[in-house]
């Protein structure tokens, strides 16, 4: 949009200006009186000059001040008025070429002038040197963020370098007196929230520069903006549907134990079939049924299911039916995405019920700038699991439990994407009724993910050991115990064995479902 970049013609400030006016004011004062100061002493002819064509460059006169201009710096080549304003009424004649090395020996001359590092910013910007624009504007924000048009001129060069968090915080602490500048950083503000993931509040702003200027020429490409927002988001798709197939191969689908010559049981529980390929399969499907600019809720369903080829009856299905909460904000003007998700499943072992669960997760997801975000999460699930009824389990055995967890993860993005690197912690605290089942773990994970430039072929690195579901010689005893059943005949062989492979393949559906986002808190749609 080159016809924005410079939205009026380059100007002088007033506070130059005034200087100016303070210098003729004592140019005149030096003529009429015999008697000089000590301040008039040190008004020279030069000053009188520039005087001269600060009048001149008022009334735009500017052939008549280049001359004047000329005059003084014949006299004081170092003169930073003189050199100041022929800067500026070359940058008023459209000549920023010949501007800017008039601005920068100024500069070097004065380097804490505002007024001359604000007018030479403009004229690297005119000439679309943003790399030196911004390397003069940037520590100009810092000191003087109230500068008329500045706030503008830097949330502009954020932008085009795609720091849209930077450009949104330099568009709303900047100032800008000319309705023509309001009405631009009003359209890059919407412009910058729709980019981060705030349509709502993108449209607003685009609506407000609607307002500012109705008969501009940036009229036109704002309501084309605020019709594109708001059709964008309707447009977008609310069913979604989704089916997976795979195929596994597990050689200890029963959970049998290692070699154990003390205990001559295990040797029994060993002899059992153990191994057999598999099929997955995975059906996913969800329905947006509100979506407003800032909130959006969805419900959904999901099924999962494992075939063991030679032992049907280790089977895993799952049925889970959830609901869902988005809400997009922001805070201290950072994008912020907020998920509050439900969900119930059920686990079928078999044809017999294994396990059904509550679960529900709260989860925030904070863009601090174009490459770094962080997810913070917590959950609660209720487990129910269907326990034999002949012969009931131990006390110990018993694994009915609330489940409390939490962590974050913190991304950091390179290329659009393309690449990240992420670490994270979760605590994970399992609450059973029987003391073999408790525990509580810690998760620490380091990942990252590289996009090779073939074809967008990914390779990525995860790691990160999981908690442990039990503590291990409570595993190692409740093996025993099992093992003893099973050579006593009491039945217990047809539930035993069967729950501890439904128990690791659980374990293991929860990792498939945590990359989906069903049982673990899900992973908001960000922008970048």
């Known amino acids: 949009m080159p016809g924005l ?83 500026a009424v070359y940058a008023a004649q459209r000549r920023p070429d010949l501007a800017a090395p008039f601005l920068e020996r100024a500069r070097a001359k004065s380097p804490r002038d505002t007024s001359v590092a604000f007018q030479l910013g403009l004229v690297y910007f005119a000439q679309q040197e943003f790399d030196k624009a911004q390397a003069v504007f940037e520590p100009l924000f810092k000191t003087n963020p109230e500068l008329d048009g ?88 609310r069913f979604f549907l989704e089916a997976r197939l795979g195929a596994t191969y597990d050689d200890n689908v029963i959970v049998r134990p290692t070699e154990n010559f003390r205990e001559t049981l295990v040797l029994d529980l060993r002899r059992h079939k153990h191994e057999s390929f598999g099929e997955l399969f995975g059906l996913t499907t969800n329905y947006v049924w509100l979506r407003t600019t800032d909130w959006e809720s969805s419900v959904g369903y999901s ?39 439900y969900a119930w499943d059920i686990l079928l072992l078999g044809e017999e019920e294994l396990l059904t669960r509550h679960n529900v997760a709260l989860s925030s997801v904070l863009v601090e700038s174009a490459h770094h975000f962080t997810q913070g999460f917590v959950r609660y699930q209720a487990k129910n699991f269907a326990e034999p009824v002949d012969p009931r389990p131990l006390r110990d055995e018993l694994r009915d439990a609330d489940n409390y967890m939490a962590g974050f993860l913190h991304f950091i993005r390179f290329a659009e994407d393309k690449h990240y690197l992420k670490a994270g912690y979760q605590f994970d605290w399992e609450d059973t009724e029987g003391r073999n089942y408790s525990y509580q773990g810690s998760r620490y994970s380091l990942g990252g993910q590289y996009t090779l430039p073939w074809h967008a072929i990914r390779f990525e690195v995860r790691r990160g050991p999981a908690p442990a579901l039990v503590h291990a010689q409570e595993l190692d005893s409740a093996l025993v115990r099992a093992g003893r059943e099973v050579a006593r005949g009491s039945g217990a062989h047809e539930h035993r064995p069967r729950r501890a492979a439904a128990a690791r393949q659980l374990h293991a559906l929860g990792r498939v479902s945590e990359l989906a986002g069903v049982l673990e808190p899900r992973a908001l749609r960000l922008h970048p």
């Open 5 to 87: 970049l410079c939205p009026r013609p380059f100007g002088y400030k007033p506070s130059v200006i005034r200087v100016a006016a303070r210098v003729l004011f004592l140019a005149v004062l030096a003529l009429v009186s015999s008697q000089v100061s000590v301040a008039l002493a040190q008004t020279t002819e030069a000053d009188v000059y520039v005087a001269q064509a600060v009048l001149d460059f008022d009334e735009k006169r500017y052939d008549q001040a280049l001359a004047n201009l000329h005059r003084a710096l014949a006299l004081e080549p170092d003169h930073v008025e003189a050199l100041y304003f022929t800067g």
């Open 150 to 237: 500045l706030g503008y001129y830097v949330g502009f060069l954020r932008y085009r370098k795609k720091d849209y968090r930077g450009a949104l915080a330099a568009f709303r602490g900047g100032r800008a007196a000319d309705p023509e500048l309001q009405q631009l950083t009003r359209f890059y503000t919407g412009l910058s929230l729709g980019v981060l993931g705030l349509p709502g509040q993108a449209a607003a702003e685009v609506e407000q520069a609607l307002r500012l200027a109705p008969g501009s020429q940036l009229t036109g490409p704002a309501e084309r903006l605020r019709d594109t927002i708001v059709a964008s988001r309707q447009k977008e798709r």
């Open 303 to 341: 099924f999962f299911t494992t075939y063991v080829n030679e032992m049907p009856k280790f089977n895993v299905i799952s049925n889970l039916f959830s609901a869902d909460l988005t809400n997009k904000t922001t805070v201290f003007q950072l994008p912020l995405q907020t998920n509050l998700q």
